[in-house]
């Protein structure tokens, strides 16, 4: 009978305020490719221009970096930072609005928030709990006690993963420039995900 090799395990690197050009390299990859397909289909360059603004998020204070790898080749990435430093995010916080808790009411400082800017798997290893593994690495033993993410309106299937990970919606943001509704969600920390739980992206 023979025997079958089983699939290699992901590894994961991370980085804390900076990452060598090379590792951008891969994050765009990974990125461009996740974020340019359905039902995202933004437009592959401007997406490529990560590698130019994903340094200066990851520079912000508390910016930290995950990256994981199958057999040597990108699989995932995941991006955080703190918030103090993001007014963007801060403005988005604020102008949310909708069901459950209202952020603006939040009493969590600035400074004891921390944003999940991105976080994607190729598409080839997806369903091998990647993604969540990035996220535990993202979020564990950090100073703030939130994280918030956002979610375009169309991302049906990453806003029921959040939900699935505990992530509680906070409300939504309705651009006024009548671009993609923002779906907000947030999550005390220490994250209450546990490795292991759920087959997951």
């Given amino acids: 009978m023979p025997q079958t090799t089983p699939p290699a395990a992901p590894q994961f690197k991370i980085y804390e305020g900076a990452a060598p050009s090379e590792v951008w390299a891969d994050v765009r990859t990974v990125f461009t490719a996740a974020f340019s ?92 709990g990647i993604a969540k593994e990035c996220m535990r690495r993202l979020l564990a033993d950090r100073p703030e006690t939130h994280a918030v993410l956002g979610v375009y309106g169309q ?22 420039d009548g671009s993609t509704t923002v779906r907000v969600l947030g999550s005390p920390l220490p994250w209450p995900a546990r490795r292991g739980n759920h087959r997951t992206p």
């Fill in 37 to 128: 397909a359905a039902p995202y289909l933004e437009d592959p360059a401007e997406l490529d221009t990560i590698a130019s603004w994903g340094p200066e998020q990851l520079a912000q204070r508390g910016g930290r970096l995950v990256v994981a790898y199958m057999a040597g080749v990108v699989a995932g990435i995941a991006l955080s930072h703190g918030i103090v430093d993001d007014q963007p995010w801060q403005k988005i916080l604020w102008e949310t609005t909708g069901p459950g808790r209202d952020v603006r009411a939040m009493s969590t400082p600035p400074e004891n928030l921390v944003v999940i800017q991105e976080l994607a798997v190729s598409a080839e290893h997806r369903g091998r």
């Fill in 155 to 176: 991302a049906d299937a990453a806003y029921a993963m959040y939900r699935k990970w505990d992530f509680q919606e906070l409300g939504t943001v309705e651009p006024r």
